[in-house]
Structure formats: C-alpha cells, structure tokens
C-alpha cells in the first residue's frame, strides 16, 4: 500500500495563478482532510470530507476550495493564489469516525512569488 | 484562537535523559488527545495517543500523562536517543467534529549525543 499520496511535492507559484492539489488514499479510507503547516503555527485545518461527495470547511477555508468525487481522492484548489497561501500542505485520511488514527502524506511545499 | 497550548517550542535534551512536552487545551468536548511526530521533509506520523477515560499510556519509551481536571496532557521521552530528534505536534479532537485535529504549535527537539 502507498498509503497517502501527494500530487506535487513542490510548486511554485505567482501571484494569481490557480492551482490543484491532489491527494490519493489507497487505504478505503473514508474521511480525508486538508491543512497547512506554518512555522510556528503547528497545523491548521483547511478543508475535510467525511465521505465521498461531502465536503466542509475547516479552520482556515478562505482561499480555499476543495472536491470529493471519488471516495480515494481530495483536491484542493487556490483560484487566486495570494503569497499568504505560501505554505507546506498536508493531506491526511482516517478510516472513519470510530477509528481516529489519522495518516499524513508528504506534503507539498507551495510557494506564491 | 488557540484551543491547544503547547510548551516548550523547543527543547535540547543530553542522550539518555528524560525530554517532556506539555500540553493545555480549552475545550472539554475533545475526546482524543493524540502525539505526532514529524521529521524534516516528512509528514506527521502517530507516536502515542489517549483518551480521557485513563490518566496515563505508555508505549515503549514514550508516555502520555493526561490531567483531566487541569486540562492538560503531556509527554514524556524515556532515555532520549539522537534519533528522537524531531518536531513533536500535541493535538485534540472530538469524533463528532468529525475527528478534525486541532494541532499545539509544535516542539522542536534535538537530542544531543
């Protein structure tokens, strides 16, 4: 199993431009989850699904859009990426509310110039 | 607003001592208390986690002590190694917020040989 996957590991972006993010899950699981890591800020909760075709915001969702159309993938999405969006994102999944253990993918570490 | 506290941000700990991390959170809904561990260039990983029906887990090296009525939880790294040398993320959660974890700020330790 690859366990959680990230699609890229880096970009960079400018100012503006759009971009998507993509995380892959092999493990069925059914919750999935969006943050982004920020020094000194631990980690904030973006966006996150509790089933395929659901979707909810988190703590941070401005800037943010995110999609669910199948069960093992989570995109997210900047429409307009702004330099406050430069960050290092986490995908994370668990099998469902009555197991919380959460799994992490490598991240991407996204840029805005 | 911050829901979890964490201290130190950073700690510098001999080989074989004891390294502690402290935790606060405000929230007495969260039923979940779990200790992340993440490497440089890595995503987070699951090293210990309680819930708040028991005042301490232990799991090798590693224990969490959990003080319901101070609303505190903290660990502790027996007979530190280099190799334990890494960012360490306290977080909480409530399975009917959908498990969402609510991420401390983050220690940085470094064990020295």
């Known amino acids: 199993n690859a366990g959680v996957t990230q699609t890229p590991k880096f970009r960079v972006l400018k100012t503006g431009q759009s971009m998507t993010l993509l995380c892959a899950q092999d493990?069925?699981?059914?919750?999935m989850y969006w943050y982004r890591q920020d020094p000194g800020m631990g980690l904030r909760l973006i966006h996150y699904s509790v089933g395929e075709g659901t979707t909810a915001k988190g703590e941070v969702p401005d800037g943010y859009n995110v999609s669910r159309l199948k069960k093992q993938n989570f995109l997210l999405g900047l429409e307009s990426a702004a330099p406050s969006q430069t960050s290092v994102y986490f995908c994370a999944s668990s099998y469902s509310v009555l197991i919380d253990t959460q799994y992490f993918g490598p991240g991407t570490r996204l840029t805005v110039l | 607003q911050q829901q979890v506290k964490q201290s130190p941000q950073s700690l510098i700990v001999q080989k074989g001592g004891i390294s502690i991390i402290n935790c606060a959170y405000e929230?007495?809904?969260?039923?979940?208390f779990p200790w992340y561990q993440q490497f440089p260039g890595k995503g987070p990983a699951l090293l210990i986690a309680?819930?708040?029906?028991?005042s301490e887990k232990k799991e090798g090296r590693f224990t969490i002590s959990f003080n319901k009525s101070a609303k505190q939880f903290s660990l502790h790294i027996m007979d530190s190694q280099p190799g334990d040398s890494a960012t360490y993320f306290c977080?909480?959660?409530?399975?009917?917020?959908?498990?969402?974890?609510?991420f401390g700020a983050g220690t940085i330790l470094r064990v020295k040989s």
């Open positions: 929230n007495t809904a969260f039923d979940y």
């Open positions: 309680i819930r708040p029906d028991v």
């Open positions: 493990m069925n699981h059914e919750y």
């Open positions: 977080a909480a959660s409530k399975k009917e917020y959908g498990n969402k974890l609510v």
